[in-house]
Structure formats: structure tokens, C-alpha cells
């Protein structure tokens, strides 16, 4: 046995001091945390609102290793010794099942433009709509759409 019990209530057992919360090992309904290399991720918390959290490991440094969201900086924050965790393979981690409507409307309360500038983890319930693209991503299109008019107009 693993010692945790779904059932639990999630509930803080502190707060960071940049004043987001810690909880355990274990996420909502008892699910292994999706996080950033802080240790932290959007996710429901014990309010059953969306917000940024923390969550423990079972390995150094036990808590969190930056104060996040780390945004994939995490490595240039460590001096000596690097406690960053792997992350979860983008910038910003937010935990599956997480719906994007709630996240943004956490979001929004800040920058609502906010999650558009970053990459995230697939966290979204099945059947939910893709995020829009990023400006970037228009930007390419619109490039791309160029350099295919350029091409064709020369070879006719």
C-alpha cells in the first residue's frame, strides 16, 4: 500500500511563500499530480476551484524547487545543486481533467491573454475544444501563405 487514501479530502498542508498552497502527494480524487519543475500546476484544489499549486514528492526536494509557474525557467533559478523536477514537457502544467473554461476564468482574473503566450500539457477533458492558436502560430500561417502565393504566381 502506498499509504495515501483517495478518499482523503485534499486539503493544504501549507503555503509557499510567494502564497500559493501545498498539498501531498496526491491530487483530487487521489490522482498522481501532473507538475511544472517547480513542483506546482493548475489544477482544482480543496475550494474545488481552479488555481496554481504546489504538491509534495517522495523525493528532494520534497517541496517545491522554485516558485512557480516555472514556464521551463526553473534551471536558471538553481545555484549548485539542481532540484528542479522533469516537468510535465511544456511550459505551463495543468492537471487532466481541468477544464480550459475554468482555468481561463482563474486566469482572467489576471491577464486573460495569459495562457495564449505559453505552451501546456494535454489536460483536457475529452470532447473539449482545442485552445485557439497562439499569435505566433498566426504569424507562421500568414508567412507560410506568402511564400506559397510567391511560388505559385512565379510558376504560372
Not at 481552479?50 to 516558485?67: D, F, G, K, N, W
Not at 545555484?79 to 502544467?93: D, F, I, K, L, S
Request: charge should be negative; include cysteine.
Amino acid at each position: 500500500s502506498s499509504g495515501i487514501n483517495a478518499e482523503w479530502p485534499l486539503r493544504p498542508g501549507g503555503w509557499a511563500m510567494d502564497g500559493f498552497k501545498i498539498f501531498s502527494y496526491q491530487d483530487v480524487g487521489g490522482a498522481a499530480p501532473v507538475v511544472d519543475q517547480c513542483g506546482g500546476h493548475f489544477g482544482p484544489t480543496d475550494t474545488g476551484e481552479i488555481e496554481y499549486h504546489y504538491h509534495s514528492r517522495q523525493i528532494v526536494p520534497y517541496h517545491l524547487a522554485c516558485q512557480g509557474p516555472s514556464l521551463g525557467n526553473c534551471k536558471y533559478t538553481q545555484r549548485g545543486t539542481n532540484y528542479c523536477h522533469p516537468g510535465c514537457g511544456a511550459e505551463v502544467c495543468v492537471q487532466p481533467g481541468t477544464t480550459e473554461a475554468a482555468l481561463r476564468a482563474y486566469l482572467a482574473k489576471w491577464d486573460p491573454t495569459w495562457l495564449d503566450k505559453y505552451s501546456t500539457n494535454d489536460y483536457k477533458p475529452k470532447g473539449q475544444e482545442p485552445r485557439p492558436p497562439k499569435k505566433e502560430d498566426n504569424e507562421i500561417g500568414k508567412a507560410l501563405k506568402k511564400l506559397l502565393d510567391n511560388i505559385f504566381e512565379s510558376s504560372s
